[in-house]
């Protein structure tokens, strides 16, 4: 049995973090003897140091992602193993990390929960050998909670829920956010609609203001704006909010749906639980491949992920796939139920909670018996540079430290290269595809193009070729390449700015 510090940082984690939080504490409990650092600020410094001093130095492992405690632990000559949890800080700038760097060791690890997170790392910090390792472990979610229900049950469970037979059922659970772009749900909803299903659109969840700092986007109003877009799309009928459900109801919503939607484009994405918890329950995923959802949904096997870039103005997705493959699945209820099989089992096959504590288990087990081999890691010259940006001073201590970046312009090279790893293609050009189609909504007047994307609200000059091309195009289906008459510098110059997406699916596959 071992000694293990548990400690997190002092900044207020949402609903699932949180949950996540408390998981990996019970694991640890399980077999080892814990040590609860307690809540750290600044002006209990000198307690924090007391109580380390006191109850700390004699640990094997400290886990966790409190720097304060990590330095404090360090300069009183701590010898003793680290795991780092990152816990999506990494695409917010890494704040935590840079300023725990000087005090991690080579033989410390680095904990992350998908491969979007292990590229961000390694574009920050040297791999050099000195550096700490990275463990990439994804989280688990409790799948005999969610389990799929027999035909009988599910044909009950729709009625009671008023939901006719025929109705397609789509279903989105998680916080209603401008980031978790439900709203583009609900767009992709009103073209689909429009092709003759019937479809319903049921959405679990709170609504939340949470501003995204790095791309200046404060203020929002998700429940007013949500519910203009869907009387704008006359869908008033056809979306039902459900609210925050317990565990038990959530299972019974995805058992009547006939797919889950999650086309998140949240910065702290690092594995999404809401999808996993989905596939367990039997459905196929329709998500943007973003984050943690690149790992989590494998293509035309669990379910489907729409191609993700880097504009100039924000991040983009492929719309026309979301809404090609909604379609697909809803004319083909065989291969719908096949997908749902399949994403179940992989689910319990990855994704269990008895699985993620073996391996968590497991790492730690690794640690405690392995010797501590102090080292200076250094950053890349990208990290060198975004750390010498963005650096601030303690007002308590007067120490420099590491500051959460916050950027004035999306085409900030920081923000876009901090940014990328979460996105399928980076930076796409006219050349990987020629399906093209609005890639923002919003509207051409004079000299510029206003969006009334509730993520991306921007502005964004235009000129008179551009407005000809965009005035060609849709969001859905949008047009080949060879029937706009432009040149490819003007399509380039499009795409860069976010205001034309390419879509690399072909409709007429399905």
């Given at each position: ?12 984690f ?99 929960a ?20 990275v ?7 409790d ?41 583009s ?18 959405i ?21 704006k ?9 869908l ?14 959530l ?33 196929p ?58 994403a179940?089992q ?24 392995s010797?501590s ?30 500051g ?7 085409s ?81 110059k499009?795409?860069?700015k ?13």
């Amino acid at each position: 049995m071992a000694t293990i510090l548990f400690g997190q940082n002092d900044r207020k984690f949402g609903f699932s973090t949180n949950n996540t939080v408390r998981r990996i504490e019970s694991i640890l409990k399980t077999r080892h003897r814990l040590l609860q650092v307690p809540a750290y600020d600044a002006s209990s410094e000198d307690g924090i140091q007391t109580w380390i001093s006191q109850n700390g130095l004699g640990a094997d492992l400290y886990v966790g992602s409190n720097y304060q405690v990590l330095r404090q632990l360090r300069e009183l000559g701590w010898k003793g193993r680290v795991l780092w949890i990152a816990h999506g800080d990494l695409p917010h700038g890494a704040s935590g990390l840079r300023s725990a760097l000087p005090f991690l060791w080579m033989t410390d690890v680095i904990w992350v929960a998908s491969h979007a997170d292990k590229m961000t790392y390694e574009s920050l910090v040297a791999q050099n050998g000195a550096q700490p390792k990275v463990a990439l472990m994804p989280y688990g979610v409790d799948c005999n909670a969610y389990s799929p229900l027999t035909e009988t049950d599910r044909q009950s469970l729709r009625q009671e829920w008023g939901i006719v037979p025929e109705e397609f059922v789509v279903v989105y659970t998680g916080r209603i956010s401008a980031a978790k772009n439900v709203h583009s749900a609900v767009e992709a909803l009103h073209y689909l609609s429009l092709l003759g299903p019937k479809v319903k659109f049921l959405i679990a969840g709170t609504f939340d203001n949470r501003a995204v700092r790095e791309s200046h986007f404060w203020v929002t109003d998700p429940r007013k704006k949500m519910q203009c877009l869907i009387e704008h799309f006359g869908l008033t009928d056809r979306v039902r909010f459900v609210g925050w459900v317990d565990q038990e109801r959530l299972n019974e919503l995805y058992n009547v749906g006939d797919v889950f939607i999650n086309l998140t484009l949240d910065i702290g994405e690092n594995f999404g639980n809401t999808q996993v918890e989905a596939m367990s329950a039997g459905l196929p995923v329709v998500g943007t491949a973003w984050g943690g959802l690149k790992d989590t949904i494998v293509e035309e096997q669990t379910g489907f992920l729409a191609d993700t870039w880097v504009s100039e103005y924000g991040v983009r997705f492929d719309m026309p796939k979301v809404i090609n493959v909604l379609k697909m699945l809803m004319d083909q209820p065989a291969f719908r139920n096949k997908i749902g099989t399949y994403a179940s089992q992989r689910a319990r096959e990855q994704y269990s909670l008895d699985m993620y504590s073996d391996r968590l288990l497991e790492l730690i087990d690794t640690l405690v018996s392995s010797t501590s081999r102090e080292s200076r890691a250094r950053f890349t010259n990208f990290g060198s540079s975004l750390h010498s940006r963005f650096t601030i001073v303690d007002d308590y201590t007067g120490d420099r430290l590491a500051g959460a970046p916050i950027f004035s312009r999306l085409s900030d090279p920081h923000w876009t290269e901090l940014i990328a790893p979460y996105t399928s293609l980076g930076w796409i050009e006219p050349g990987s595809g020629n399906h093209l189609f609005t890639a923002l909504r919003g509207r051409t007047e004079s000299e510029f193009y206003y969006s009334t994307d509730l993520l991306w609200p921007v502005r964004i000059r235009t000129d008179a070729e551009d407005a000809k091309v965009i005035q060609q195009l849709s969001r859905y289906p949008g047009l080949n390449r060879g029937s706009l008459d432009c040149s490819d510098d003007v399509i380039c110059k499009l795409v860069r700015k976010g205001l034309v997406g390419i879509s690399r699916w072909d409709p007429t596959d399905c």
